[in-house]
């Protein structure tokens, strides 16, 4: 599974990393470190980031079976 | 003949701005909601296009090039002739400045003030908790913030009492729509501020933890920040922190002291507080709306908007709506989405002090439950709440001591 966080969405509410902390961390703004990327993920964190997903109010992280990463 | 219809929108006449029973606006924004999905509310001179649903006022938030916080308010659209910043901003010019500022809000800088949050607020709870009974929003829930507030900026919070009268005043006159009253009262804030900022010009500390100094020193496109600049950044600040976080702690303490069977769930695991605190922002946020002002002609979905269009972006309509969150105004300590709500808006102009609103709530649940587990809302009292921005003048609770 891969996950991806639109950076142009991302306004820093900090609901993704507060909720996916062994996926996500922040930056000295608040938002989230790793916007803007697109990886693939293990699947021990696959519940993490979809709690991520429904925690955040923009809508800008989505959990997919298929992608390209943006650091392949 | 009052119009039914105004550019093929449903036109209602709701009044948000009245004193009412508690929850009562809850009541009338639900009903508006599921009447219809857009509506276009009469009872302004400019009127307003009221957006209901969470899918649409989220996607408002987000069409922030074309809807712009010329207009902050759909209730009082005028008020926005009070310069406001970073608000007034839009575009890349907003960026800028939210740059600059976000450092001090990010959740860890917050983290920071935390030890500080604590000892303050159980200073505040020792002296009220002997005495077995007080009144929570004037005798707690507004000294509060306003310390927390005045320590944001390095400022002493022994000036706290003489400021929260300025502060009251001020914000009172603006929701009442009354600018004589509200420039007298502005004028001794901005002479405070004004002294503080000098202050720091004169005596810079560290801009990496010094917000004013930050300030002072900081340059967009090479250009410092005016003085005035500064000062409204001070002023905005001080209007968005106060009365908001006053009135989620009076809605929060209301709810626990009728429902104890919630308030002994956050006493057995405090762990579950910071999951409380989401699931409070959501159900009873006190912002129940933001305004937009339209700039270019736009179809939104069924709506025709022109230029000059004031957009009601509704939060408390979006954070009740049953299409989004499952019955809605039951407050539940595992809902799978409550972190989704828009209490804090959406889009660039999200809340800058959310982080600090959340540290500020969770530290008074936790330290007010550990020294008074147990009280109630005072017999006999009605609970009143303030339309426009959501805000109860008065809440009487007691304890056993």
């Known amino acids: 599974m891969f996950i991806s966080i639109e950076a142009d969405k991302c306004m820093g509410h900090g609901r993704c990393y507060a909720v996916a902390p062994d996926l996500l961390s922040d930056d000295d703004e608040g938002f989230v470190a790793e916007r803007g990327r697109c990886w693939s993920i293990p699947d021990a964190l696959i519940g993490q980031a979809e709690d991520a997903a429904d925690a955040c109010p923009e809508g800008a992280i989505a959990v997919l079976a298929t992608a390209t990463p943006t650091d392949a | ?401």
């Open chain 2, 1 to 401: 003949m009052t119009e039914t219809t105004h550019r093929g929108c449903p036109v209602a006449h709701t009044d948000f701005t009245g004193t009412t029973p508690i929850y009562e606006h809850y009541r009338m924004l639900d009903q508006d909601r599921e009447e219809a999905r857009f509506l276009f509310n009469d009872t302004t001179e400019r009127g307003f296009f009221m957006l209901q649903r969470y899918d649409d006022v989220r996607e408002g938030f987000q069409q922030h090039e074309n809807w712009t916080t010329a207009v902050r308010s759909a209730l009082r659209p005028d008020v926005s002739g009070e310069p406001l910043l970073p608000q007034d901003l839009n575009g890349a010019e907003h960026v800028k400045l939210r740059r600059i500022l976000n450092q001090f809000f990010a959740p860890a800088a917050v983290r920071r003030m935390e030890p500080m949050a604590q000892q303050r607020c159980i200073e505040l709870i020792e002296e009220i908790q002997g005495v077995g009974s007080c009144d929570f929003v004037a005798e707690f829930a507004i000294r509060y913030p306003t310390d927390m507030f005045l320590a944001l900026l390095g400022l002493p919070v022994s000036d706290g009492e003489q400021f929260l009268e300025w502060s009251d005043d001020y914000f009172s006159a603006l929701l009442a729509g009354d600018p004589a009253r509200a420039a007298a009262a502005k004028s001794s804030i901005m002479s405070y501020f004004d002294d503080a900022v000098n202050e720091r010009r004169a005596n810079p500390r560290d801009p990496k933890e010094d917000m004013v100094t930050r300030l002072v020193e900081a340059r967009i496109d090479d250009v410092p920040l005016t003085q005035d600049e500064i000062l409204t950044i001070c002023l905005t600040l001080m209007l968005a922190g106060l009365d908001t976080t006053r009135s989620a702690l009076g809605y929060i303490y209301a709810h626990l002291a009728n429902n104890p069977a919630d308030r002994q769930a956050l006493i057995d695991d405090p762990a579950l507080i910071p999951k409380a605190v989401e699931e409070f922002l959501r159900l009873y946020p006190l912002v129940f709306q933001a305004g937009r002002e339209v700039q270019e002609p736009q179809r939104f979905e069924d709506l025709k908007l022109d230029t000059g269009d004031v957009v009601w972006l509704g939060v408390a309509q979006a954070n009740r709506d049953p299409r989004k969150f499952e019955n809605p105004d039951q407050f539940d300590l595992h809902r799978p989405n409550a972190n989704q709500h828009l209490a804090f808006g959406g889009g660039p102009h999200r809340c800058l002090g959310m982080h600090l609103a959340r540290l500020e709530l969770k530290v008074v649940l936790e330290e007010w439950h550990k020294r008074i587990p147990e009280y109630r809302v005072a017999p006999g009292t009605e609970l009143r709440e303030r339309g426009v921005q959501l805000s109860m003048a008065s809440l009487p609770l007691e304890w056993e001591v």
